[in-house]
């Protein structure tokens, strides 16, 4: 479930066996949401976090959830900022002895239920924090998820030239919110999603999503949901079949 946090990210992971893994944890003001959502599927440990890069819009609500749930993992950069939140998020890890803390190595990753999880990026040292993104490819089955953070275009092309056809995937949470510097013409080709995903806010002061990586996206086929027409977004597999579901259709 991608939730509908606004120009912000949180998707939820809910493996056969109901086992959890979370990526990115919205703005500071979204922790009621998220926890409302966790609560209401009767979650109360979460196997694995990810926190993909140390923004604002992607951690806001990071420490809250490592206070307010049981995590058992968790996989963050060595991308560092300077930023109140993410200093408070580095204490609570240090606090919580208990939370396993890894830096993702590029091809290695975890299997939950018969779900696969591998990164793919970070793969360079960037000097553009959205770049250095932990970038996570998902299998199950038939089926392919690919969550690429905030990546831009520098990132997007080391991507395409090591993976070349590995980045093909049936569902694409969109990079950046749509912004028009990521989702470039060869990273979505070779992705080639069925299904696209952009978690944006109504009327944000970017520009979010961008005609351009709109237009993009129609270009490769894919069909577009967005949360701020289509509310939280349940992408649901079985290993062959992929069910889309928007909150508001």
Request: charged fraction near 20%; charge should be negative.
């Amino acid at each position: 479930t991608v939730l509908n946090t606004g120009n912000s990210d949180c998707s939820i992971i809910q493996t056969p066996n109901g086992q959890t893994v979370m990526i990115d944890a919205g703005e500071s003001d979204d922790f009621e949401l998220i926890s409302s959502f966790l609560r209401e599927n009767g979650i109360s440990t979460i196997h694995t976090v990810i926190a993909t890069h140390p923004h604002a819009d992607h951690i806001g609500s990071m420490t809250d959830v490592l206070n307010h749930f049981d995590v058992q993992n968790f996989y963050m950069t060595k991308a560092r900022h300077s930023s109140k939140l993410y200093k408070e998020m580095l204490e609570t890890l240090a606090a919580h002895s208990e939370t396993e803390v890894h830096t993702p190595k590029i091809g290695s990753g975890f299997t939950l239920d018969g779900v696969s999880f591998v990164f793919l990026g970070p793969i360079a040292e960037y000097s553009e924090l959205n770049d250095t993104s932990i970038v996570t490819y998902i299998s199950y089955g038939q089926n392919s998820f690919l969550f690429a953070g905030d990546v831009e275009k520098e990132a997007e092309e080391d991507l395409v030239e090591l993976f070349s056809s590995k980045l093909d995937a049936d569902v694409l949470k969109v990079p950046h919110h749509g912004s028009k510097g990521s989702s470039t013409k060869d990273f979505l080709k070779m992705v080639s999603p069925q299904y696209a995903i952009i978690t944006a806010d109504q009327a944000n002061d970017y520009g979010h999503p961008s005609d351009k990586t709109l237009k993009r996206l129609q270009d490769v086929g894919a069909t577009i949901y967005r949360t701020d027409h289509n509310g939280n977004i349940s992408i649901v597999s079985d290993g062959t079949t992929i069910t889309v579901t928007p909150q508001n259709p």
